[in-house]
């Protein structure tokens, strides 16, 4: 079984420019979340999806941040404009539902973005 | 607030040896529970071994195990016959059941010499 596919795994882009990341879950697990690691620090939760819903978007920063995952399978993440301090890498993960008891979380490798 | 503190930025251990990696967590929720990840360099967390919190006993996982100390709300790893393949950065979870919240700490790095 495939685990959590990211992609791209490096972006280099300069500051002021867009940049998006993709992620496709674990096949049948409805919940995906996008993480914020900076380096030497533990990943924070950027948003949460149940299915094609944002139950947990409370630290995204929605001015330059925007996230969807339209058909509750994969999903973009988005900044615009990007900013030095946006450099870190960003992670995806997914979970099956709950109602089966599994808390799990998988992740995938990670987008390592550096914007100059 | 709900955070998770990991006061050693790095350990080290010796091949074959035995390392405990600590972990304290505060909540105030009563069902949730408890991960230590591992990230290689690769970047992929990936699940060392899993708590309930309504479990006295102590998770263990072939040479992984853990002391969980819930009134302490303390929960350490231990790494028994360290192997070279252990050397990573490692990750102290909770998992708040009624939110779906996965809180991280700020990680350990664990290098293993020969």
């Known amino acids: 079984e495939a685990g959590v596919v990211q992609s791209p795994r490096y972006k280099i882009i300069e500051k002021k420019q867009p940049v998006a990341f993709w992620c496709n879950p674990i096949?049948?697990?409805?919940?995906l979340y996008w993480y914020l690691q900076n380096l030497g620090q533990g990943p924070e939760l950027l948003i949460r999806y149940e299915n094609e819903e944002a139950v947990d978007d409370s630290q995204l920063p929605k001015d330059r941040f925007s996230a969807e995952r339209l058909k509750g399978v994969d999903s973009t993440l988005k900044i615009q404009p990007a900013e030095l301090g946006d450099s870190a890498v960003y992670l995806c993960?997914?979970?099956?539902?709950?109602?089966?008891?599994?808390?799990?979380?998988?992740f995938g490798q990670g987008t390592r973005l550096t914007v100059v | 607030a709900q955070t998770v503190t990991q006061s050693q930025p790095e350990m080290s251990v010796q091949e074959a040896e035995t390392v405990t990696l600590s972990c304290t967590y505060d909540t105030s929720e009563s069902d949730y529970y408890l991960f230590w990840y591992k990230q290689p360099p690769s970047r992929q967390m990936i699940l060392v071994i899993r708590q309930e919190a309504y479990k006295q006993q102590n998770a263990t996982e072939n040479r992984f195990s853990v002391n969980f100390q819930k009134a302490a709300k303390s929960f350490s790893l231990k790494i028994s016959d360290s192997q070279l393949g252990d050397a990573a950065m490692y990750f102290c979870a909770y998992f708040i059941y009624n939110t779906d919240k996965l809180i991280f700490g700020t990680g350990t790095r664990l290098q293993v010499f020969p």
């Open positions: 096949s049948g697990h409805n919940t």
């Open positions: 993960a997914s979970s099956p539902s709950r109602a089966h008891g599994n808390t799990e979380a998988f």
